[in-house]
């Protein structure tokens, strides 16, 4: 989830255009196109294990269309986007691709489910969005804690638990899941009240749904509280969804960076997960065709 407002996304959008110039855009352009051309194969680096389901942010992409993530996607492999929403899930559909993790239904990150101002609001719509999941054929839907703005951590409980519970009978209907996502406060979302692994889970215990998960953003918890492998071994059943990113600076995951994502995604994988991992780090290379290079190398690191 994620760090992905609106002027996040602007900003990265246009310091990728300025800093690469369009001659390197077209370069994976038409990287991407040689690929569909070549009938979508995967890359030289071998076919994925399939013991993790990959996926990657729509965001950290945005450069590309869609339509040319989605040609990227299949060369490398795998066959899922995080972060679309309905206004583009034909396109997905088109390619084979997989909503894994549906969002749209949030105004923004900061006004969430812990603040009861917002409920109203919410609930709407929420109520449409998970409607247009489950017509859709997916499953999971996104959505935000929000921010403290003066509450204690116990009152933005008893907010989100009262809000939750408007939304997760149809939910539960459905057959939708809704994952809050886990950011950090001290780096990337000042006053977000999500912001650890123990309010997420308490919240969970609370509603006591099936179809209410948490999305557990290792970039984001390594930095508010570490102790990620221990964290996802004991508390797993609470976790729908994973994010990745290197720690510092949310760049690539490979070792220039202090996570060790293959024993991480060795956890994962013992406490019999099945969904999915996504890939949610910003590209730090010197060219867009370098940059799909380190979506490639990041999901084959991340393939135990």
Same mark, same amino acid.
């Given at each position: 989830?994620?760090?992905? /407002?609106?002027?996040?996304?602007? !900003?990265? $959008?246009?310091?990728?255009? @300025? &800093?690469?110039?369009?001659? %390197?855009?077209?370069? +994976?352009?038409?990287?991407?196109?040689?690929?569909?051309?070549?009938?979508?194969?995967?890359?030289?680096?071998?076919?994925?294990?399939?013991?993790?389901?990959?996926?990657?942010?729509?965001?950290?992409?945005?450069?590309?269309?869609?339509?040319?993530?989605?040609?990227?996607?299949?060369?490398?492999?795998?066959?899922?986007?995080?972060?679309?929403? /309905?206004?583009?899930?034909?396109? !997905?559909? $088109?390619?084979?691709?997989? @909503? &894994?993790?549906?969002?749209? %239904?949030?105004?923004? +990150?900061?006004?969430?489910?812990?603040?009861?101002?917002?409920?109203?609001?919410?609930?709407?719509?929420?109520?449409?969005?998970?409607?247009?999941?489950?017509?859709?054929?997916?499953?999971?839907?996104?959505?935000?804690?929000?921010?403290?703005?003066?509450?204690?951590?116990?009152?933005?409980?008893?907010?989100?638990?009262?809000?939750?519970?408007?939304?997760?009978?149809?939910?539960?209907?459905?057959?939708?899941?809704?994952?809050?996502?886990?950011?950090?406060?001290?780096?990337?979302?000042?006053?977000?009240?999500?912001?650890?692994?123990?309010?997420?889970?308490?919240?969970?215990?609370?509603?006591?749904?099936?179809?209410?998960?948490?999305?557990?953003?290792?970039?984001?918890?390594?930095?508010?509280?570490?102790?990620?492998?221990?964290?996802?071994?004991?508390?797993?059943?609470?976790?729908?969804?994973?994010?990745?990113?290197?720690?510092?600076?949310?760049?690539?995951?490979?070792?220039?960076?202090?996570?060790?994502?293959?024993?991480?995604?060795?956890?994962?994988?013992?406490?019999?997960?099945?969904?999915?991992?996504?890939?949610?780090?910003?590209?730090?290379?010197?060219?867009?065709?370098?940059?799909?290079?380190?979506?490639?190398?990041?999901?084959?690191?991340?393939?135990?």
């Amino acid at each position: 989830m994620a760090q992905h /407002p609106i002027s996040r996304r602007c !900003l990265l $959008r246009n310091t990728l255009t @300025s &800093s690469l110039g369009l001659a %390197a855009l077209g370069a +994976l352009k038409a990287q991407a196109s040689d690929a569909q051309n070549a009938g979508n194969s995967v890359s030289d680096s071998g076919a994925l294990k399939g013991n993790i389901h990959h996926s990657v942010a729509r965001w950290t992409f945005e450069d590309l269309s869609l339509e040319e993530l989605c040609t990227l996607v299949r060369r490398i492999g795998f066959s899922a986007i995080d972060l679309v929403g /309905p206004s583009e899930w034909q396109i !997905l559909k $088109r390619h084979g691709i997989d @909503s &894994s993790m549906c969002n749209g %239904a949030e105004p923004n +990150l900061e006004d969430g489910w812990g603040d009861r101002q917002f409920h109203s609001a919410l609930t709407d719509s929420y109520h449409k969005h998970i409607d247009l999941v489950k017509e859709a054929g997916y499953k999971n839907l996104i959505c935000f804690s929000g921010n403290a703005r003066g509450m204690t951590p116990e009152d933005g409980l008893k907010n989100a638990e009262q809000g939750l519970k408007r939304i997760l009978g149809q939910a539960e209907q459905k057959g939708v899941i809704l994952h809050m996502e886990l950011f950090n406060s001290k780096v990337n979302h000042p006053d977000y009240l999500c912001d650890n692994s123990a309010w997420g889970i308490e919240l969970c215990k609370r509603l006591d749904s099936p179809n209410f998960k948490l999305l557990y953003d290792i970039y984001h918890m390594q930095i508010s509280e570490g102790d990620i492998i221990r964290t996802i071994r004991d508390n797993h059943q609470y976790f729908g969804h994973y994010h990745t990113a290197g720690v510092p600076g949310r760049h690539e995951i490979d070792d220039s960076q202090e996570l060790n994502y293959p024993a991480i995604m060795k956890a994962i994988l013992a406490t019999g997960f099945t969904g999915y991992v996504a890939q949610e780090f910003i590209p730090d290379r010197n060219s867009m065709e370098n940059k799909a290079r380190s979506l490639e190398a990041a999901i084959h690191i991340c393939d135990i």
